[in-house]
């Protein structure tokens, strides 16, 4: 029988797209040059992703997994600060090898916004998965807000880190750790707001029950006998 003829390796969609968005940038990859890289039909690639972004999104998701592969079993034993900087760090790293292509895209969602909100959409999710791995589980429909304060705070070390050619990235590391603390600040006092709006509500609440029992007390006290009021009291 006749050996079979070897064929080259179908290259991954989501790499092919890395490739080309690096060479050309993010604005002039289309997912029919995706398809004809990966020598898909459109047909064949519809079936995998519905858009640019539905490719981002796999990207994102494979960062994702490589983090929560890579976080180191005695990683709940420092302080929640510390967990979430060495968590987003490793999330850095394992962006290294696409570096390019993430710079391209970073600037192209830059400066368009519905670029940024559908990037921003798949941001969130990585980042609560990034908390997760951190050991600060969002909790209830308030947690996705501690997301896209995470996703803001990688944002602009992100910005840093595209310009660091540190191999031990201190620049980003600096401007994380600077992110981080002011994030920290910055929702203490939101919480310092919204237990003083809280008391606020409670005093302004427990007045107006107050006034209306003095309310019923002057009625009360207006009435005769009969349970009739007081003709000279209107």
Avoid at 128 to 147: C, F, I, Q, T
Avoid at 189 to 209: H, K, W
Wanted: with cysteine.
């Amino acid at each position: 029988m006749a050996a079979r003829k070897k064929t080259a390796k179908t290259p991954d969609p989501v790499d092919a797209f890395l490739e080309l968005v690096a060479e050309r940038g993010f604005d002039d990859v289309t997912i029919a040059d995706v398809a004809q890289k990966c020598g898909l039909k459109l047909t064949e690639m519809r079936a995998l992703y519905s858009d640019p972004f539905a490719i981002l999104a796999a990207f994102s998701e494979r960062i994702d997994k490589a983090v929560l592969d890579a976080v180191p079993d005695d990683l709940m034993e420092d302080a929640p600060r510390e967990r979430i900087f060495d968590v987003l760090m490793m999330r850095f790293d394992a962006l290294l090898p696409y570096k390019e292509a993430v710079s391209e895209i970073y600037e192209a969602c830059r400066g368009n916004p519905l670029a940024l909100a559908a990037w921003n959409r798949i941001a969130v999710k990585s980042q609560y998965w990034m908390l997760v791995a951190a050991g600060l589980p969002p909790k209830g429909p308030g947690g996705m807000l501690e997301a896209q304060a995470l996703v803001v705070v990688f944002a602009r070390a992100m910005r840093v880190w595209l310009k660091d050619d540190d191999p031990g990235m201190a620049s980003t590391m600096a401007e994380l750790d600077r992110r981080l603390r002011e994030a920290v600040r910055l929702r203490r006092n939101a919480e310092g707001l919204m237990t003083g709006a809280r008391r606020a509500f409670d005093i302004v609440s427990a007045i107006a029950r107050g006034s209306g029992r003095r309310r019923r007390s002057r009625d009360d006290y207006d009435r005769d006998d009969y349970g009739e009021t007081d003709p000279g009291a209107a």
